[in-house]
């Protein structure tokens, strides 16, 4: 359970979104207007903000700029629009995590539960440890023995999340719906060319891993190198 301070004009959204995050148990408040969001986020201080970018008063980027020269509390962006650039560049300006509009209280739900598991995982430093790797999830960067490791979005994403759970197996349906978002449809390959692209880039294979190993018919665990 956490406590989420959802900010969105449409009421019609915000109430989808306010009754499917309390109907999984958190507390919620919710505001109409970016003004009176950045005020409850400072008079609630929530576990997590769930922010539209179009709102009536100001704009939400500016929003998250306000929320991030108070805090650190991890922020989900609602956004129309499934682009890269935007997306990249709010996530450079402080947020955590996007959904993309239309999106479903369950897509929401999953993203806060994600958020809170990286957050317990990580503390106030954002940054994830396994061996010689270290995962900043803030400044969305990939470093091994202290070497940049140059990764695209959604090579970063499968990376941060299998780091999140480093030492555990983590499933394909966990990954289709963490990462991806999308139901695992069985012969799907994304995730084995993903894992390739991501293999070849920390210096690895299938046949000689260090961090990535598969495991066969269970999924995927990331683990120090021994
Ligand atoms: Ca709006």
Do not use: C
Request: no cysteine; proline share 4%.
């Amino acid at each position: 359970m956490a406590s989420v301070v959802v900010v969105e004009d449409d009421h019609q959204i915000r109430d989808l979104v306010v009754r499917a995050l309390a109907g999984s148990g958190h507390v919620v408040w919710s505001e109409a207007t970016g003004m009176a969001g950045l005020q409850s986020v400072i008079g609630n201080a929530p576990d997590v903000v769930v922010l539209d970018l179009g709102l009536p008063d100001v704009d939400g980027g500016d929003v998250l700029r306000m929320i991030r020269g108070v805090s650190q509390v991890p922020v989900i962006i609602a956004t129309a629009r499934d682009d890269d650039d935007e997306i990249v560049r709010l996530l450079d300006a402080g947020a955590d995590e996007y959904v993309v509009k239309p999106y479903s209280g369950a897509e929401l739900e999953a993203r806060v539960r994600a958020l809170l598991r990286r957050a317990a995982a990580t503390g106030p430093s954002n940054r994830l440890t396994v061996g010689p790797m270290i995962v900043d999830l803030r400044s969305r960067s990939v470093t091994v023995d202290g070497a940049p490791i140059d990764l695209n979005r959604k090579e970063f994403d499968l990376l941060a999340y299998l780091a999140t759970r480093s030492g555990e197996v983590v499933s394909r349906q966990e990954l289709y719906a963490e990462v991806w978002r999308q139901p695992y449809g069985g012969a799907d390959k994304t995730i084995d060319v993903h894992l390739s692209w991501l293999r070849r880039k920390l210096g690895e294979t299938a046949a000689a891993p260090r961090f990535l190993h598969t495991i066969r018919g269970v999924g995927i665990k990331l683990v120090s190198p021994a």
